[in-house]
């Protein structure tokens, strides 16, 4: 029958070519029709230290990661020992026979009968390919389409090594035991992470400039916008610093691009003047947060959801902001795309907020529908907008035309100070209280205009699990497992954190008989926000803020436990 749900671990340091295996069996299992959750762990260095790629994979679709694991494939003798406690009663690991120990549960292969150490990646292929029941050429597809296009040379070298594991492997007749249940769906799907699928909903929605400084987890969305710079017609800047790289991005969106920035939570420290900057003159930008947990550096390359209360602070004075936080990669496309339509209609900083377990987690994705996908229109028609040209004009809705410098006989004006409808510098104070209020008045069109948080389950559970961003996967199959269980149970997944509205989902917490907030941070930074806007405190809380992803389990097992209180 084979396995249909399995969670395999490859484990090593940085430079041994762990992430080449993982990637090519990645493409392979999603061209192979299986659905898959990668959960990356990476330390901060360029060779050595402890680094794990798992992927959970089935032939059914999966929505989060898993910490047990089934299938252990183990670069060096470091990953045995860490992960065999992990490892379930079934488990398998693989070694190499040079590796000391051994047992039932470990199948240790020669790979230096077949492989130099250059080679041993394709080696590792080889063997993964008949234990997991793959089909070899599907498999070595993904491996030359990884390698040819750079080494076409090396089709022929990896072919023979390839060849040879998988023969060593038949002729063994190996365990079965991770063997995976035959895909039936094989519809056509796409290998993206969040952070691939920002970029891409980005390049949808019309964006044209990117400003960034390199900075874990956000790099790879300027990098994939980069790749297709040419063809799309982008130009992507990395700038000397985070300060220069939003006003990059404020200057191309003045200009008249969409544009966006790409940061962690220690750059856009430095970028909280430059938003401001862009709500006083109401310029559209996109940023995006991909935390990871801090003060300072922290943990450079885990995950966390620790920025919230910052980044809806962000930015001295009072301005209207909205802040979606997607829970899946498809979600990261399609808000990508929101959040740059919301910044240019009402003309102010708009922010995604992800962190590094969806940003680096790969999924197999139903491609896009692109081709019915409207991008942004930027500005007002000069032939529709009054002279003289107010470019701060006071309007009912708070959204005032917007033209293009250079584009038409219209004077634009622009200032960073308080200003007149003109655009001018202006001390007036009755001047400055109407345009404090005119700026304020965009907040009511953002707020109709505000995702709610997607319910499932009973109607009047009498546990209530409700969680925002990347934690949605984990909470929803942990709610799903307690249903099976005869529980009366339900979960609250909010895709947008900022405006919240709380006719929205104030009756589901009313309704429900118990409620707990699942959330990547130590102080439960969304129950509180909950509790301010709504007066209605969440008791107890699951909370986990030591770097590593919320997953099923880590839900069930806090609430077999006891959830924590609130501090």
């Known amino acids: 029958m084979g396995r249909h749900d399995l969670n395999l671990l490859i484990g090593g340091e940085a430079g041994q070519g762990l992430v080449t295996i993982a990637m090519i069996l990645t493409k392979a299992l999603v061209r192979s029709g299986y659905f898959i959750v990668v959960t990356q762990s990476y330390q901060s260095r360029i060779r050595g230290g402890h680094n794990t790629f798992a992927i959970r994979i089935s032939p059914a679709e999966i929505i989060a990661s898993r910490a047990q694991v089934d299938f252990l494939v183990a670069l060096n003798e470091e990953t045995i020992q860490r992960h065999r406690p992990e490892m379930s009663d079934a488990g398998l690991v693989l070694v190499d026979e040079r590796f000391a120990g051994g047992n039932d549960q470990v199948l240790k292969v020669p790979f230096q009968e077949f492989a130099t150490d250059r080679s041993v990646n394709v080696a590792y292929l080889g063997i993964l390919t008949q234990l997991l029941g793959l089909d070899e050429a599907v498999v070595f597809q993904a491996l030359e389409d990884y390698f040819g296009a750079k080494k076409p040379e090396m089709t022929a070298a990896n072919q023979a090594v390839f060849t040879k594991a998988v023969q060593w492997a038949e002729e063994k007749h190996l365990p079965e035991t991770v063997r995976l249940a035959p895909a039936t769906d094989r519809r056509e799907r796409l290998m993206l992470n969040g952070n691939e699928a920002i970029a891409l909903g980005a390049i949808s929605a019309g964006v044209k400039f990117c ?28 700038a000397e610093d985070e300060i220069a790289a939003i006003n990059m991005a404020i200057g191309a969106s003045y200009a008249g691009v969409p544009a966006m920035v790409a940061t962690s939570g220690g750059g856009f420290a430095l970028m909280v003047e430059g938003v401001s900057l862009a709500g006083m003159t109401e310029t559209p930008v996109l940023i995006v947060v991909a935390q990871r947990p801090g003060p300072a550096t922290g943990l450079p390359t885990r995950t966390e959801q620790g920025d919230l209360e910052f980044v809806l602070h962000a930015g001295h004075g009072e301005f209207p902001r909205a802040i979606l936080a997607p829970g899946t990669v498809e979600e990261c496309f399609h808000l990508s795309r929101q959040a740059l339509f919301l910044a240019e209609k009402y003309q102010t900083p708009i922010f995604l907020l992800t962190d590094q377990f969806l940003a680096d987690s790969y999924r197999a994705v139903a491609p896009f529908d692109i081709d019915s996908l409207e991008t942004v229109k930027v500005g007002n028609d000069p032939a529709m907008v009054p002279e003289p040209y107010r470019r701060y004009a006071f309007t009912e809705s708070g959204i005032s035309p917007r033209l293009l410098p250079g584009l038409s006989e219209h004077l634009v004006v622009c200032d960073s100070d308080e200003h007149t409808p003109d655009g001018h510098i202006t001390e007036d104070l009755t001047v400055r209280r109407q345009m404090v209020d005119k700026r304020l008045r965009k907040a009511a069109g953002l707020r109709a205009e505000v995702s709610p948080p997607a319910y499932v389950g009973h109607v009047s559970p009498d546990l209530l699990l409700v969680t925002w961003g990347s934690n949605r996967g984990a909470v929803l199959e942990a709610a799903a497992t307690l249903k099976t269980k005869g529980q009366k149970v339900a979960a609250l997944c909010f895709s947008q954190v900022w405006p919240l509205i709380p006719e929205h989902f104030l009756d589901y917490l009313l309704s429900a008989r118990e409620v707990v907030m699942v959330e990547g941070n130590a102080l439960g930074q969304m129950a509180r926000l909950i509790r301010r806007e709504t007066g209605f405190e969440i008791r107890r809380h699951i909370r986990r803020y ?9 839900v069930l097992q806090a609430l077999a436990s006891g959830a924590t209180a609130a501090r």
């Not at 390199?214 to 017609?233: R, W």
């Not at 030591?546 to 880590?554: A, K, Q, R, S, V």
């Open 211 to 238: 400003a960034f400084y390199p900075m874990t987890p956000s790099t790879s969305i300027p990098l994939t916008l980069q790749a297709a710079a040419d063809t799309m017609g982008l130009v992507v800047e990395q």
């Open 546 to 554: 030591d770097g590593l992803p919320i997953t099923p389990e880590y």
